[in-house]
């Protein structure tokens, strides 16, 4: 071997060696500045995290609160409508008694009679009537429930056949 060829070897190992450590601080760099994204990311979605959970609590709180704000809308409609019931049969009553002939028993009794007549019709009609809208208003609630139900599991059968439009599953399938 002579001296040429051998400094001609250490040129090239030289220059062999030099590139990788350049490329070794390289990928320490980038693993460190990807290390570095990785940890903001996951304080960003923690942070997003936290967020909505306490969105969803503040929302739940407002839901709770609007519910609760219904239940005494409807126990103040009640009251008001027994009392409007009330004075409608008390009306009724002091006409029938005024318009009866006979004596003080039969004007007063006649009078609480219709009072207590109407008082129990208004109540009962007005019981009737939500109970009736409740009920209506329960089953287009859970009619709605159930289209959407099975909407969405028409959807997951037309995800898993391969077709888009859940509305073109059954020419889909039959194909």
Same mark, same amino acid.
């Given at each position: 071997?002579?001296?040429?060829?051998?400094?001609?070897?250490?040129?090239?190992?030289?220059?062999?060696?030099?590139?990788?450590?350049?490329?070794?601080?390289?990928?320490?760099?980038?693993?460190?500045?990807?290390?570095?994204?990785?940890?903001?990311?996951?304080?960003?979605?923690?942070? #997003? @995290?936290?967020?909505?959970?306490?969105?969803? &609590?503040?929302? +739940?709180?407002? $839901? %709770?609160?609007?519910?609760?704000?219904?239940?005494?809308?409807?126990?103040?409609?009640?009251?008001?409508?027994?009392?409007?019931?009330?004075?409608?049969?008390?009306?009724?009553?002091?006409?029938?008694?005024?318009?009866?002939?006979?004596?003080?028993?039969?004007?007063?009794?006649?009078?609480?009679?219709?009072?207590?007549?109407?008082?129990?019709?208004?109540?009962?009609?007005?019981?009737?009537?939500? #109970? @009736?809208?409740?009920?209506?208003?329960?089953? &287009?609630?859970? +009619?709605?429930? $159930? %289209?959407?139900?099975?909407?969405?599991?028409?959807?997951?059968?037309?995800?898993?056949?391969?077709?888009?439009?859940?509305?073109?599953?059954?020419?889909?399938?039959?194909?």
């Amino acid at each position: 071997m002579s001296n040429d060829n051998g400094r001609w070897d250490l040129d090239v190992l030289g220059r062999q060696v030099g590139p990788h450590k350049n490329e070794i601080l390289d990928l320490e760099s980038r693993v460190d500045w990807s290390e570095r994204f990785v940890s903001q990311h996951e304080r960003d979605i923690k942070q #997003t @995290r936290f967020e909505a959970a306490h969105i969803a &609590k503040e929302l +739940e709180n407002r $839901i %709770r609160e609007q519910g609760e704000l219904i239940n005494g809308h409807r126990r103040l409609i009640g009251f008001l409508a027994d009392v409007l019931f009330a004075l409608i049969a008390a009306l009724f009553g002091c006409l029938v008694s005024a318009y009866v002939q006979g004596d003080a028993y039969w004007r007063a009794g006649s009078g609480l009679v219709v009072f207590l007549t109407t008082l129990l019709a208004g109540n009962f009609i007005f019981k009737a009537l939500t #109970t @009736r809208l409740h009920t209506n208003r329960k089953s &287009k609630h859970d +009619e709605l429930d $159930i %289209r959407t139900t099975r909407k969405a599991k028409e959807s997951r059968e037309a995800k898993t056949a391969g077709c888009e439009d859940p509305a073109r599953l059954d020419s889909f399938q039959q194909s």
